[in-house]
């Protein structure tokens, strides 16, 4: 277990372990055939079986198993080829048989790690399969005060994937690459949207502290309620030194679940009584052990795409970037197939990573958009760069341009066309701007004559602007000089 | 009696009009209600509807299906879409299913007639039909005494003769001990042969959907309409159905028929009488050709012990969705959800239930789960061994239905205890998951008594054979009238 000092002066260390839940993007639901959709009316999805309704049963999607395995492949995990489901029993309103069917002591995977960009290796202890809850709206605040509840049972039976950790991971920050190194994998095996706003992934954390120096466990709390990467950092950051300051205070930590508030920045006792809780876990009877054959795992495994971390070491090796271009652009597949079709077409890697973690990444926020959801095609981003080096459209023109593909999709060509914003080279058009110039800024001309070079720039760029950045840059330069004598 | 396949020609031939049919058993169950009570609800416009469709098909010259027009009544656990469905229980009273059972559906287009959904001990869970919510169901035999259960009011209607064909449940003897009370033929198939699906859950692990009939032949005919794999029902499996009417046989030769010497031994203590009367049916199978042999089933006794680990348990997690928040009875809300769900389980479940879900949550808690749940199910895997080692030596088992006739209303229903033991006899059948039935066997005092047939998983051709082998030759002696049936003959 490797763990990392808080800082010297508290004198203690954090051990950290993560359960992440993660929806699994399949069609249906994990034991019905009702529609798996995020954003739906509530109540729209809904079955007799995932209301649990009476007579009703479960039958295993084969599709979730397989997204489970193949996630579990791709993480070093052990597939089990004999697993089962289990019952996990209490009473919740947004739960329609009061009990959830969950994987008890058989999960599907069990072992495995997640790789950090540092090398770290995050073990896994097991991801195992179950059905999502349905959501309730407490009208008042929450349920023991609410004057009424509504439940949306859409979610309802949505497969979910639940991945635990040990407890390796040593500071908040190393949380943070965790959660991005695993959103990472699972994007590029398609099993989930892995959208933390939509609850697509949430992230529970099991906290404890320790003297530095010490191998036994501290008291550890389970902090939930934390709903984007952000507020995992601040969380835990939060929920350590709030340990610290218990234990220098001669306190004891309690082992309890905490909330963590957003607005107000603090976790705090939920009070709830789910340490009690029994769950009484057995088999569930309704539905037969899952076997896996062998030949399936083998052939889930052939189809098992090129990873996050194999594809950064690509990168760097193949197109030359940096590990801050690479990173970034193998955070999600999507942006790295996408960076691969413009660098190709372009021939220029580096171009393509400019273009994309610069310009484009800022007019798609802009345009509130993203590479999976905006018109322009990397072919044609590609040919915006093929046309800024061959110096038919100025640097300035193609960030327009770039505007408006990504808003419209149109080609670059016909964008430069209606808007007029090729470079010209016409020597006559651009003397007439030269002359204009030079009349409207004595001052400057003058300061040039005195030898202050510096004036020279000052000219260009007026002319430049004359031209509405359409003049070549070194024709400007050339006719200003022989002006200017 | 009128049997479902003699309606059927009846109705093929254009002798008797569906309609008529549905028509006549309506009439005749409802004039027995104040007697039997056997029906939670009758159904007469989903039946006419049906029969109309029968009739229509019939005089199209086509094909109407297995059960075409045969008026038959259904066990009040099975969904039937558009109609309320209570499993006996107050929690349910106002639950309108939205979606029929596979056994009903599949029932439904193989032509039956459904005419109203039967009364049963509230989800299933008794032994004589006096734990309904709603009201007791009476023996057709003797209107004092109870008519077994759970699938009391299935198990009446068609002793008194107003169906020929009722759909029942066994978990631990629930088909097999009212049809040998109301002196009917009762099935209780392979776990796995017929579809769970839409049939309300007890204990998942031990329902079965069977049927209770007026003969051997309709429980065969209908047991090929309603067996076979569901793709919504995982634990059905997913062989082939055989032609369980062309496996009916008129002798036994050839048959080794196994008989329990822990089963004999027990009888004997019980009841001298009633062993007799086994005595006697075990000579008319070795007079049919059958080679009888003693088999040992060594765990059977600890049947009973592991059956209340397994059944509650099983029941205290499949009843935790009866809160009131999606569907039924819901009390009247006030304070937090779970004081609605509290006080909704208080007033909509009754004490058996109760006690049920209270057994097996404890069965199921922290630090008793080893003790109990593991080990009861270790059992359960000794008793299936011991009726493979039986099987070993015989085709087919042959012994007591239940250890007495039709009690008393009132007789066993303050002694839990004593109710759960009528099921000595049946409960580890249904812990094997082996098929078994029930088929009239003679009388004691009067009341009738049933002669159990088991045979090995998925051979219910074999077990439904020697059976019908055995009805033909005692025919005579068992198909006396029930003595409400001949108030109505004498009334109608």
Redesign the interface.
Known sequence: MSTAAIGSETGFEAVIGLEVHVELSTQSKMFCGCRNEFGAEPNTHVC?IC??????????NRRAVEYLCKTGLALGCTIATDSKFD?K?Y?Y?DM????QISQYDMPLTTGGGVRLPSGKLVRLNRIHLEEDTGKTFHAGGH??A?EY?L?DYNRAGVPLMEIVTEPDIANPEEAEMYLGQLKAVLSYLGVSDVKMHEGSLRCDANVSIRPVGTTALGTKAEVKNMNSFRSVVRALRYEIERQAAALRAGERVVQETRNWDEGRGLTYSTRSKEQAH?Y???PD????PLTIERETIALWNAEMPELPLAKRERFLREHGLSDYEAGILTEDVVTADYFEVVAQAAQSAKQAANWLLGDVRRLLEKHELTLATTRMRPQALAELIRLVAAGTISGKAAKEVCDVMIATGQAPGVIIEQRGLAQTSDTGEIQSLVDEVVSANADSVASYKAGKTKALEFLVGQVMKASRGKAKVDIVRALLLERLG | MITGHELKTAIAQGRLSAVEAASQALARAQSLEPQLRAYIRFTPERALAQARRIDDLVRAGEDAGALAGIPIAVKDIFCVEGEITTAGSRILENFRSPYSSTVVRKLEEAGAVIIGKTNMDEFAMGSSCENSAFFPTRNPWDPTRVPGGSSGGSASTVGAWSVPIALGTDTGGSIREPASFCNIVGVKPTYGRVSRYGMIAFASSLDQAGPMTADVRDAAITLGVIAGHDPLDSTSVDIPVPDYAAALRSDLQGMRVGIVHEFEEQIASLDPQLAELYRKAYQALEQLGARLVEVHLPHARYGLATYYLIAPAECSSNLARYDGARYGVRADPGGDVYEMFERTRAAGFGDEVKRRIVLGTYALSAGYYDAYYVRAQKIRTLIKRDFDQAFAGCDVIAGPAVSCPAFELGAKSQDPVAMYLMDYFTIPMSLAGLPALSVPAGYIGGLPVGLQIVAPAFEEHVMLGAAHAYEQTTRHAWAATPPVAQTAASTS
């Open positions: 007799p209301l649990g309704m009476p007579g009703t049963l479960p039958v295993i019952r029993n009473f309103p329609p048989k009061n009990y349920m023991a609410a509840t439940v029994d009484r876990y057995f009877p309704d539905l037969v």
